[in-house]
């Protein structure tokens, strides 16, 4: 299995991101995904999880401002991520939810206050 994610960078405090995840190797539909970050200094942590019937789960601490969904056309897991705050500052990962596969590279995102 192969998880490419994409899409950080820098931005200000308040502005938007949207983080890609593009999955090969698994049955993407049949797969319960999250989205993990990790921040500076601290343990790999989920922040949004996404079901195979739809229902999503958040993180308190980002809870309002990210959305997670998918494309099952195109073997694709997003993070929509408004709003951000200088804590956001992460390396983002996607991954299973519930078995992860080997982490991928992730995608680093920075919010400057």
């Known amino acids: 299995v192969q998880l490419q994610a994409s899409g950080g960078g820098l931005v200000q405090a308040g502005g938007s991101l949207r983080l890609s995840c593009l999955v090969f190797?698994?049955?993407?539909?049949?797969?319960?995904w999250a989205w993990y970050r990790q921040r500076p200094g601290r343990q790999r942590e989920s922040v949004a999880v996404?079901?195979?019937?739809?229902?999503?789960d958040y993180a308190d601490s980002v809870m309002g401002r990210f959305t997670i969904y998918r494309d099952n056309t195109k073997n694709t897991l997003y993070l929509q991520m408004n709003n951000l705050k200088p804590e956001d500052t992460a390396v983002y990962y996607c991954?299973?939810?519930?078995?992860?596969?080997?982490w991928g590279q992730g995608t680093q995102v920075t919010v400057s206050s």
């Open positions: 991954n299973s939810r519930y078995d992860p596969w080997p």
């Open positions: 190797g698994t049955d993407f539909s049949r797969t319960a």
């Open positions: 996404l079901l195979t019937d739809f229902n999503t």
